[in-house]
């Protein structure tokens, strides 16, 4: 059974200031997705990792992934207030569809 | 953003009665999805479906059943809700079943009493 964990559960940060959020996963995948969501709203992708190595970024985030090592990161880069909401990733076992697994999610705020 | 509606929005509902979400989509996505979304759990895959009238489980199955008779729309079914129910609802839709991102909807708040 795929599990995947994400630390830390609840992130407050100052503006301004770098952090990471990780994702590790329990078995063997090379499709992993990151996604945002604001309270009581939808999720909205951001980022689709399909290899060893891949490195995405957009603005003040970055997303990398490491299938060696099962792991994910989120990295954000002085961060601002309106990078305040709740990060999940989701593994990709792969077969037919693509059936994901998501993490509990990390609760980021954002502080001035 | 992707044409995704799901009706309704909100329900509240009572034990032992039938409930019946809908997803509709405007993109022609062959892919649709259904997952719940509870405190502490993250998202959890109910169903999915592959194609017109065909579907298949998630993780969290039991209780629900689907239906998808035209590519547009992907109904799940609460046969007799239970209080174990209450919770999100998100369909999701992706054109492929590979690599491509999933596109979410904007949720149903189901509250079973």
């Known amino acids: 059974e795929l599990k995947v964990e994400q630390n830390p559960l609840f992130l407050s940060m100052q503006e301004g200031k770098n952090y990471t959020i990780y994702c590790n996963y329990s078995?063997?995948?090379?499709?992993l997705y990151w996604y945002r969501q604001d309270p009581g709203k939808s999720l909205e992708s951001l980022f689709v990792?399909?290899?060893?190595?891949a490195v995405k970024q957009e603005g003040r985030l970055m997303a990398s992934l490491d299938t060696k090592a099962r792991l994910s990161t989120l990295h954000i880069t002085a961060a601002v207030h309106d990078l305040s909401a709740t990060y999940f990733c989701a593994v990709d076992k792969g077969g037919t569809a693509s059936k994901l697994t998501f993490g509990t999610g990390t609760r980021l705020q954002v502080t001035l | 953003d992707a044409g995704i509606t799901q009706s309704p929005r909100h329900k509240v509902t009572e034990t032992g009665t039938p409930v019946t979400l809908r997803c509709h989509q405007t993109?022609?996505?062959?892919?649709m999805y259904w997952y719940r979304q509870d405190p502490g759990h993250g998202l959890r895959l109910i169903h999915y479906s592959y194609g017109v009238k065909d579907t298949d489980k998630g993780e969290v199955s039991d209780g629900y059943s689907v239906s998808r008779s035209k590519t547009e729309d992907f109904l799940l079914t609460l046969e007799s809700a239970t209080s174990s129910q209450t919770s999100v609802y998100f369909c999701?839709?992706?054109?492929?079943?590979?690599?491509?991102?999933?596109?979410f909807g904007p949720g149903t708040r189901l509250t079973v009493l």
């Open positions: 990792l399909l290899s060893n190595g």
């Open positions: 999701a839709i992706s054109p492929s079943g590979d690599t491509d991102t999933q596109y």
């Open positions: 993109e022609n996505h062959r892919y």
């Open positions: 078995t063997t995948s090379d499709r």
